[in-house]
Nanobody, 123 residues
Framework: QVQLVESGGGLVQPGESLRLSCAAS???????????MAWFRQVPGEQRYRVAT???????FYDDSVKGRFTISQDKAKNTVSLEMRRLQPEDTGAYYC??????????????WGRGTQVTVSS
């Protein structure tokens, strides 16, 4: 199993910045492969949707709503992924979940989720 632990959420005012981090670790065995990591956002009553993805190659993908404002990055040596969020707006509010397609002990990669961290943008 892989455990994902997010940090960095909070309450900010519109226009401010925030940085989220997610650390992946194997619970009983070391992580042997991470194909991709991503950040999803969810608000009450709506589906969780992906805002940013980073592949093991370093390629990145963003939802149109965050392009130019959010930057996803990874530290492959530490199995961490970060999301730098700038010029935050109230519509960015939500629970942010870290996601990884990963494997331990050379098994087939499967999806893992963190527990989420709340980001609230409000004046």
């Amino acid at each position: 199993q892989v455990q994902l632990v997010e940090s960095g959420g909070g309450l900010v005012q519109p226009g401010e910045s925030l940085r989220l981090s997610c650390a992946a670790s194997g619970t009983n065995s070391p992580i042997t492969q991470i194909d991709l990591m991503a950040w999803f956002r969810q608000v009450p009553g709506e589906q969780r949707y992906r805002v940013a993805t980073i592949m093991t190659s370093g390629a990145t993908f963003y939802d149109d709503s965050v392009k130019g404002r959010f930057t996803i990055s990874q530290d492959k040596a530490k199995n961490t992924v970060s999301l730098e969020m700038r010029r935050l707006q109230p519509e960015d509010t939500g629970a942010y979940y870290c996601y990884a397609l990963a494997s331990v002990s050379d098994a087939t990669p499967i999806p893992y989720w963190g527990r989420g961290t709340q980001v609230t943008v409000s004046s």
